[in-house]
């Protein structure tokens, strides 16, 4: 089939390559020029496991190209994916003014029959709003559907997930529209959810939404476990083997970050107060995440003193592992409290880049011993692995003080007590 995907970001970048590795032929837009130079050269501008790879068997085979011209992608597709971004408005909706000027771009360019997809996340009655912004500009009659597509990969897996997903949702009116998506995912064997635009659409969002309403219901018991003297991961344990709960997005930590959950569930309480509907059970969800970063300052706050004139090692600046996306992590606000407070700060992440530290105006170090060496607290804010399997003898030793207040439980406490740290977990006092 032949492809376009307009948006080359995590969501595009990812769709357009595992799609030209099932056989399809792709044409991937974006904007940024820098961007496109690099990916036509085969270099990947996010750190992102396996999509290198990827990439490079599509240029390869000639089936992936990555182009400046939503021209070029668009004419002769059959398809064309929306994937640029959908970055919350000021007062919290989703902002789609990309996915118009998407939307127009295809009109302009259309030549034959296409189905258009919105994969960005999108909320109720934005496949109305495309259907209607090309039916308007389009300056010759050519056929066409809209569809909605919402995309459920996570960043640090993203190529698996694309490959393996749970389940496709194919929101579209049109039989004809439904049949080729259906053909298109074929080859995944995944189970297809296909329902209206408006229904598909609410799915992504519900489903971002629960999962961070899990996260904030875990921290909220973690919380609760630091003040009674119980122990969250046994909790969580205890209540994931139950069938009806599952163990997934029970961990506590420093609150959700990412580019998704935050701005989606701003999204989703703006589009049910446009309904008259009071979403409160989400706006606590972001209250008690709001408030998670400040309860991890606060366990350094208790262990030091004072922040100010101390220096802290921050292990971990991306929202999660194997992946390089700040956007809306803890880590930036937590170094950011760290700061007002008083505080020296210095971070290490594998893989965040430099201009990441100089926003945020921390000295870069070259691992998590340099971060730690003279410091009187380290504070793990990302569950990398290589956290994991340090020689924390040693790390006793260059420490000005041994205080570690580890917000992703990574760590195992009775080990670090022996070795006469002052240890504090999320939920296990
Ligand atoms: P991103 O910022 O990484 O990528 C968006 C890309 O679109 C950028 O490269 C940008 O330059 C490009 N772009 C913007 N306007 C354009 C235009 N007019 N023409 C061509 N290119 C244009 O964003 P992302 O993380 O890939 O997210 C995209 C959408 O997918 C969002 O709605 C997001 O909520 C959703 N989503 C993201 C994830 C995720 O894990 N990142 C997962 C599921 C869904």
Same mark, same amino acid.
């Given at each position: 089939?032949k492809?376009?995907?307009i ?10 390559s595992?799609f ?10 974006d904007?940024?020029e820098?961007?496109v130079?690099?990916?036509? %050269?085969?270099?990947i501008?996010?750190?992102e496991?396996?999509?290198?790879e990827?990439?490079a068997?599509?240029?390869e085979?000639?089936?992936l190209?990555f182009?400046?011209s ?11 994916? =929306?994937?640029?971004?959908?970055p ?5 909706? %989703? ?6 000027q998407? +939307?127009a !771009?295809?009109?302009s360019?259309?030549?034959g029959?296409?189905?258009? =997809? ?6 109720? &009655? ?5 259907? *209607? ?5 389009? @300056?010759?009659?050519?056929e #066409? !559907?809209?569809?909605?597509n919402?995309?459920?990969? *996570? ?6 997930d694309f ?9 579209? &009116?049109s ?9 298109l995912y074929r080859?995944?064997? $995944? @189970?297809l ?6 229904t598909a659409e609410l ?5 971002n939404? #629960? ?6 219901f875990?921290? +909220?018991?973690a919380n609760?476990?630091? $003040?009674?003297?119980?122990d969250?991961?046994?909790v969580?344990?205890?209540m994931?083997y139950?069938s009806r ?8 930590? @420093?609150g959700?970050g990412?580019?998704c959950?935050p701005k ?8 049910? +107060? ?10 606590g ?10 309860? =991890? ?5 208790r ?6 004139g101390k ?6 600046i991306? #929202?999660? @592992? ?5 956007r809306d /992590?803890? +880590?930036?606000d937590i170094?950011?409290?760290l700061?007002a ?7 290490y ?11 945020l105006? =921390? ?6 011993? !340099?971060?730690a060496?003279d410091?009187?607290?380290v ?7 290589? #956290?994991r399997?340090l ?6 030793e260059v420490?000005r ?8 439980n990574?760590l ?8 006469g740290?002052?240890?504090e977990?999320?939920? *296990? /006092?």
């Amino acid at each position: 089939m032949k492809i376009a995907v307009i948006g080359s970001g995590y969501v595009g970048l990812v769709t357009g390559s595992c799609f030209a590795e099932l056989g399809n032929e792709v044409v991937c837009v974006d904007i940024d020029e820098e961007k496109v130079a690099k990916l036509s %050269a085969g270099q990947i501008p996010i750190y992102e496991p396996g999509l290198d790879e990827v990439v490079a068997r599509g240029l390869e085979r000639g089936r992936l190209r990555f182009s400046t011209s939503a021209a070029e992608a668009i004419r002769g597709a059959q398809v064309a994916f =929306i994937c640029v971004q959908t970055p919350s408005a000021a007062d919290g909706s %989703a902002d789609l003014s990309r996915v118009e000027q998407v +939307a127009a !771009d295809i009109a302009s360019h259309a030549d034959g029959y296409v189905v258009v =997809i919105t994969k960005s996340t999108v909320p109720v &009655g934005t496949a109305g709003r495309v259907e *209607r912004i090309i039916r308007e500009q389009l @300056p010759v009659q050519v056929e #066409f !559907d809209v569809a909605s597509n919402p995309e459920f990969l *996570r960043e640090g897996s993203a190529v698996f997930d694309f490959m393996h997903p749970d389940r496709i949702v194919i929101g579209t &009116g049109s039989e004809r529209a439904a049949g080729l998506l259906t053909d298109l995912y074929r080859p995944l064997g $995944a @189970p297809l959810i296909v329902t209206d635009t408006p229904t598909a659409e609410l799915i992504k969002y519900a489903s971002n939404t #629960f999962l961070a309403t899990k996260i904030s219901f875990i921290n +909220a018991i973690a919380n609760l476990c630091d $003040a009674v003297g119980a122990d969250v991961k046994d909790v969580a344990l205890g209540m994931g083997y139950d069938s009806r709960i599952g163990l997934e997005f029970l961990k506590p930590g @420093p609150g959700f970050g990412g580019s998704c959950f935050p701005k989606d569930s701003r999204a989703l309480i703006a589009l049910a +107060a446009q309904h008259d509907y009071d979403f409160h059970l989400l706006r606590g969800v972001l209250e008690i995440n709001d408030e998670q970063r400040r309860v =991890i300052v606060r366990k350094l706050e208790r262990q030091l003193g004072t922040l100010a004139g101390k220096t802290v090692a921050v292990w971990g600046i991306a #929202f999660k @592992p194997n992946t390089d996306d700040v956007r809306d /992590s803890p +880590a930036l606000d937590i170094v950011e409290q760290l700061l007002a407070a008083g505080a020296i700060v210095r971070g290490y992440d594998p893989v965040v880049g430099e201009n990441v530290y100089e926003r945020l105006g =921390i000295t870069r170090t070259a691992g998590p011993m !340099d971060a730690a060496t003279d410091a009187d607290a380290v504070v793990l804010l990302t569950e990398w692995n290589e #956290f994991r399997w340090l020689d924390f003898h040693r790390l006793a030793e260059v420490m000005r003080s041994p205080v570690i207040v580890d917000a992703r439980n990574l760590l195992d406490p009775p080990v670090l007590r022996q070795l006469g740290f002052r240890y504090e977990g999320v939920g *296990r /006092s």
